[in-house]
């Protein structure tokens, strides 16, 4: 495929899971305008739509796939068989759409999935994977399965909330994995910060845990224009302040070293996503 820089000094994979507690926050357009941006630093990236059963990261790209997620796990095609090239030469890994026998795996797909993916990862620098927001099944198994997850929120309290549950439900079964806060649609720098604030204070006194800030997006009327143009952000309007961040936040990611290994493992049994959860999370000033 075009598009593919070099392969990152010392080798390996950085595997990273977007997730968000509560949709509805812009996760999978800050996945897309991520890989663009991490693209055109010359990184070989891909995206695994994760959302098996409704995924969208086609769609906001433009894209019309015969093939999908769906196609590769029930083993009539390959993994390579259902890739289609996004913007900058991203490799797409598009999910179903209205498949509910997608919306939870069973552990003979997970294997395979892994293992496709696994043998995807000698040509990659970045395996970025697109969740869908809350806490089920699927969703925390994906989460294990990573070596680190983002998690993206909205400056709204129930977004703050749903963000600092889906953190304690991760914290309970994969308590050592490295977790950062990204705030999207942020007015500001300080408004940011002041989520982050809340967050870390909450995970660091309930959860006895660390989590790392990635900043934020700025509030731009042209994301929304993007994403009606089925394009991402910083192809769009790159000097815009959305796609400013944008080039922030890949610069961080570019910076995270491998963690070993092809970057992914099989996820042990996610927990349930019925189990009560105490919001102990402060709301938003």
Known sequence: MSGLGESRAGGGIVSL???????????TNVVINLAVTLARQRHRVAVLDADFGLGNVDVL???????HLGHFLSGERELDEIIVEGPEGIRIIPASSGLRQLTALTPRQWSRLIAGLTRLTGELDFLLIDTAAGIADNVMAMLQASDRVLVVTSPEPPAVVDAYALIKVLTASAPMKDVGLLVNGARDAREADVVFRQLEMAVTRFLNRRVRSYGFIAQDAAVREAVCQQRPVVCEHPRSPASLCFRVLASQIAGLRPLGGSGLRPPRSAPLSGDTVDLEAPQCA
């Open 17 to 27: 899971a977007v997730a968000s507690g509560k949709g509805g926050v812009g996760k």
């Open 61 to 67: 790209l433009g894209l019309a796939p015969n093939l």
